[in-house]
């Protein structure tokens, strides 16, 4: 069985920074594509961050410059360094890999205060 094991959300001052993890219990973890994202109260889930299955990296135009997103194949773990992180960071962080079938972690919630 699957599972996406999410962590390192928290409550944090505007300007802070905090790094998610997501631990993977899947095979093949270096052959799936891997993203990170998040939902605000009240609003959709939006992609945030990917690392692609071509290995190329993607952001969200309002994360560019402040959130890295990385992976450690051998630990099959996904990151997410977020730096100056700002009030409308707030929400449910959830990673998410691909490949024919498409898996979800349950959210680690990231509070972002002003």
């Known amino acids: 069985q699957v599972q996406l094991v999410e962590s390192g959300g928290g409550l944090v001052p505007a300007g802070g920074s905090l790094r998610l993890s997501c631990v993977a219990s899947i095979s093949g973890f270096s052959l799936y594509g891997t993203r990170w994202y998040r939902q605000a109260p009240g609003k959709q889930r939006d992609l945030v961050a990917s690392?692609?299955?071509?290995?190329?990296?993607t952001y969200a135009d309002s994360v560019k410059g402040r959130f890295v997103i990385s992976k450690d194949n051998a630990k099959k773990t996904l990151y997410l360094q977020m730096s100056s992180l700002k009030p409308e960071d707030t929400g449910v962080y959830f990673c998410?890999?691909?490949?024919?079938?498409?898996?979800w972690g349950q959210g680690t919630q990231v509070t972002v205060s002003s």
């Open positions: 690392i692609n299955r071509d290995g190329s990296v």
């Open positions: 998410n890999v691909y490949r024919m079938i498409t898996y």
